[in-house]
């Protein structure tokens, strides 16, 4: 049974930083692209993240871009988002998503979801 277990969210101050984590088990995770979304009450899925199964190629959503870095330890079957100079309309749940083959910005696409990190931004 494949599993996607987030950890890191929390409360920051604007302008701070917070790291999340997802940790996969139940499947090979060397040979599955992973993606991050965002979701806040009331608004659509946004994705914010993805990467190649291998690591080498990283896309980011054009809010993000510049102060989120997605990366990941297949040794670990771990992978991580790293948030700097947070925003107040950063504030969402985030999710770790992973699927078979290529990575992808469309959140239908990913089988394998984690249960959602709670990450709020203070002004």
């Known amino acids: 049974q494949v599993q996607l277990v987030e950890s890191g969210g929390g409360l920051v101050q604007a302008g701070g930083s917070l790291n999340l984590s997802c940790t996969a088990s139940g499947l090979t995770f060397s040979n599955y692209a992973i993606g991050w979304f965002r979701q806040a009450p009331g608004k659509e899925r946004e994705f914010v993240a993805d990467?190649?199964?291998?690591?080498?190629?990283?896309h980011y959503g054009d809010s993000v871009k510049g102060r989120f870095t997605i990366s990941r330890d297949n040794a670990k079957n771990t992978m991580y988002l790293e948030m700097n100079s947070l925003k107040p309309e950063d504030t969402s749940v985030y999710y770790c998503a992973a699927r078979l083959g290529v990575a992808t910005m469309t959140s239908n696409e990913y089988p394998y979801w984690g249960q959602g990190t709670q990450v709020t931004v203070s002004s």
């Open positions: 990467i190649k199964s291998s690591g080498t190629n990283t």
